[in-house]
């Protein structure tokens, strides 16, 4: 079982502590806060990082695997536990978000029919070359981060005998911007697509 690395991408329909936790009044304020008008999550995870085998994660930007046009989009990220420099916490290059998406390199779903399911058009950016130094951000266990889908960010290799598990998903604001059709995730008939302030969970 330490060899598992995540559980996705429907925890916050499929699990109901996980769903209690996504569609809190607590969140619906934080969205709220950020102008969302009506956020959709479009998918959950739980991230292991197990101690001394979790793996490197590279630097990326979120927009990448989840695109919107615009791009009004937020991942929330949950400490299960204390995220440290030597179990892996998360590093930001402040301020890279206002690069847009670097690259037009993007993940989508295979047009052709041979070949994997999700390829990648575009180029793939040199994320080290930008202007932007990286910044460490270790947290406590029940801390939570906000990360906009532009911000380029990663997490080292858990090399430590202590696991850094978190829960995160991710949202969109549907009144503000279109999701693409060509992204690798899509609705399902589970409505895994889930309007936030229309849940009732409190």
Known sequence: HKSLNKIGHALHVLCPNFRKVTFSDKIKGILKGLDFRDPVVVQSMYIFKQPNIGGEVVSHQDGTFLWAEPLKEVG???????????NGCLWFQPGSHKEGLIGNYRMVRNPYQEGPSCIFEGEKPDYEKLKYDYVPVPIKKGDM?????????????????????????HLYDSAQAQWSDKNWLQPTERKTFTHVYDVKVN
Not at 76 to 86: H, N, Q, V
């Open 76 to 86: 929330i990220w949950i400490a299960l536990e204390d995220t440290t420099l030597e």
């Open 145 to 169: 981060i906000l990360i906009n889908g532009l911000v380029v960010h990663r997490s080292e290799k858990n090399t430590s005998p202590k696991s850094r598990h978190i829960y995160t998903f």
